[in-house]
């Protein structure tokens, strides 16, 4: 015999469902941007060199931070190490944002990104992840 639902709980089911895929693209827009960034540091460091120096990081840095965006993207995008992923990417990212404003570029266009890309990082797991959700219950 099978159980209907109410329709309370069928409109839960139904938000969940929503919220559960919108936290699945707002975490691929993550990764992507990430690996993106991640890629052009690897096979074409010469396009970020002129705000690599503005910065103050060396070029070479680029063989470094490459692989380590890459690496944060892809525990990001895995379920099991998503939350490490979050933390690794929210640091990463709070370093470009201390890095623009270290040069007096308070709410430049990289800042706002990175800014952007934390939030968008947090809220597609807040909304993918029910573990997330139990932890920091936005409404009681």
């Keep these: 015999m099978s ?7 069928a409109a839960e089911t139904v938000n969940l469902h929503r919220a559960l895929w919108a ?3 707002m975490s691929a827009f993550v990764v992507i941007a990430l690996v993106a960034d991640g890629t052009i540091q690897l096979f074409a460091p010469a396009q970020i060199a002129g705000m690599l ?4 990081f060396a070029m070479d840095l680029t063989r470094v931070m490459g ?3 890459l690496a944060c993207a892809i525990l990001y995008a895995i379920p099991a190490t998503a939350v ?3 933390i690794l990417v929210t640091g990463f990212l709070g ?6 404003v270290r040069i007096g570029e308070l709410g430049s266009p990289p800042e706002i990104i990175s800014l952007l890309l934390g939030a968008l990082a947090w809220g597609g797991l807040y909304l993918r992840d029910p573990r997330i959700r ?5 409404i009681h």
């Design 53 to 56: 120096q503005e910065t103050g």
């Design 95 to 100: 370093g470009a944002i201390c890095a623009h």
């Design 84 to 86: 490490l992923g979050a």
């Design 23 to 25: 936290g699945r693209i």
């Design 67 to 69: 692989p380590i965006i």
């Design 134 to 138: 139990a932890i920091l219950p936005l």
């Design 3 to 9: 159980e209907t639902m109410n329709p309370r709980q």
